[in-house]
């Protein structure tokens, strides 16, 4: 149940990340290079500018799922003073620089022109709030677990079945491509067809699906080498019902708990691959907030002044992968009719 709980709290995260992440941008790419690399909790003053070109207002339903430009440009100041048309700031460059500016009222973003922000988990090395990207980031774990879910399991259920409820040469033939592909190193294999299809957002959910159909096969023809044999199904046979009836409406119904439990393990494992090829630069490309690709940003501060912001992404990861394993620790326990 645990697992479940937050497994539905990082769905309503990834749906409403644009709302809940203080960066609200695409990809919540704000870059404000002054602030790179800040520790967690660190606050700072901005004012903000309107930009030279207007930019177009956005709906909820355009904000919920893309995010939406920003109006104006932050501009990190250390103090301001305001006159009755001007507003003089001192423009923060580096701790114990800064430069003095000057901008017209007109310029400036109406009455609220200077606000204060928290980047609780700090800023990364283009000073882009940590927190709003790992919000986002979550869509890109649970679309890959779930993309190649479905796709594991369509390859996996149709293969499998067959192999098991023909048997013979059929069965042989699947086996030996099964245990062509379960041979080869599954990070190899997604390399290949990553190479293949090119790098992007659909390549790398196509390519991490393609490689984990073979436990799904392998389990289902095994449970159907069972089934095929029990009186219900000779009695279909008997009646002369169709294979394709037999297999749909009698014995698939019958494999779904352990397809289930195999289903979450996967959901886990594409998380941790998609990470991994994120990190070596072959995954998900900038500037989409990829966990994986957030490590790979910041994990040289691991070994100097602020290892939190590779910590965070890895903690994430961690957490999101341990729910899954424990719904399908519960899912085998629950499904498990023996027991």
């Excluded at 079945?161 to 099964?178: E, L, P, R, S």
């Excluded at 095994?222 to 009695?235: N, W």
């Excluded at 957490?319 to 719904?327: E, G, M, P, Q, R």
Aim: with cysteine; net charge neutral.
């Amino acid at each position: 149940m645990v697992g479940l709980i937050v497994i539905c709290l990082s769905l309503l995260v990834g749906i409403f990340a644009y709302y809940l992440g203080e960066d609200s941008t695409p990809n919540a790419d704000r870059q404000v290079v002054e602030i790179m690399a800040s520790k967690p909790g660190y606050s700072q003053l901005f004012i903000r500018v309107k930009k030279e070109k207007k930019i177009p207002e956005t709906g909820f339903f355009q904000r919920l799922l893309f995010g939406a430009e920003d109006k104006y440009l932050y501009v990190p100041i250390n103090s301001y003073k305001e006159t009755a048309d001007s507003v003089f700031v001192e423009k923060y460059i580096d701790e114990g620089m800064e430069e003095k500016q000057a901008y017209g009222k007109n310029e400036l973003s109406g009455k609220d022109y200077i606000e204060k922000k928290t980047f609780w988990l700090g800023t990364d090395t283009f000073g882009r709030d940590i927190l709003s990207r790992l919000l986002v980031g979550v869509r890109v774990s649970l679309a890959v677990g779930l993309i190649t879910v479905i796709i594991s399991l369509s390859i996996g259920i149709i293969l499998g079945a067959t192999a098991g409820y023909y048997g013979g040469k059929t069965d042989n033939v699947i086996m030996w491509f099964i245990n062509v592909i379960w041979s080869m190193p599954t990070l190899l294999l997604v390399f290949g067809i990553t190479l293949t299809l090119g790098k992007g957002f659909w390549q790398i959910f196509i390519a991490v699906g393609l490689t984990m159909w073979v436990s799904v096969a392998r389990v289902v023809r095994g449970q159907v080498l069972a089934l095929r044999e029990m009186e219900y199904i000779q009695a279909a046979r008997a009646l002369g019902l169709k294979d394709m009836r037999i297999i749909i409406r009698h014995i698939l119904p019958n494999v779904l708990g352990p397809v289930i439990v195999i289903a979450a393990a996967n959901f886990a494992s594409a998380i941790i691959i998609e990470a991994g090829l994120s990190f070596l630069g072959v995954g998900i490309q900038p500037p989409t907030p990829s966990w994986g690709l957030m490590l790979k940003e910041n994990y040289n501060f691991i070994i100097t002044h602020n290892p939190a912001l590779a910590l965070a992404p890895g903690v994430a990861i961690m957490i999101l992968v341990l729910a899954f394993n424990l719904l399908g620790n519960g899912l085998r326990d629950a499904l498990d009719v023996r027991g």
